[in-house]
């Protein structure tokens, strides 16, 4: 009786680890995207990245566009990399449904912009569309 007391209370302190109870908000997806590309912290990226995300890297004049695979994979290949950056944030566009934000990433010797639209999709919110640019 007492080994079945016991496996009944690790199956339910098992199962209320396993719950999370934060509510995710417009800024998880972002933060999560940018922890990846300036730290090199890939935990997450995958969901909160959309499916048919459009990613557009534009240098000098040309426009490479990714999909989620090959964002993920890019991303994946800079796994604890820390980049040697300072990084400021802002919100263009805040509403119900999207979110726009512009990151700068300032390096020694050059700018990345990324302006990364996130959208509501089901219950949460995740990365749509990212422009970025270099100067």
């Known amino acids: 009786m007492m080994m079945g007391l016991a496996l009944l209370l690790v199956c339910n302190i098992t199962n209320a680890a396993g719950v999370n109870h934060k509510k995710a908000d417009k800024s998880d997806a972002v933060d999560t995207y940018m922890n990846a590309v300036v730290h090199g912290k890939i935990a997450g990226v995958e969901d909160a990245i959309a499916d048919g995300v459009q990613f557009n890297m534009i240098r000098g004049g040309r426009v490479n566009t990714l999909n989620k695979e090959e964002l993920i994979g890019s991303l994946k ?41 996130t959208q509501k999709v089901g219950n949460g919110w995740k990365i749509t569309k990212v422009d970025s640019s270099f100067k």
């Open 77 to 117: 290949s800079g796994e604890n990399v820390e980049q040697d950056c300072k990084c400021a944030k802002s919100v263009i566009q805040d509403s119900d449904d999207v979110k726009v934000t512009k990151v700068v990433m300032t390096y020694p010797d050059f700018t990345r912009t990324d302006v990364i639209t």
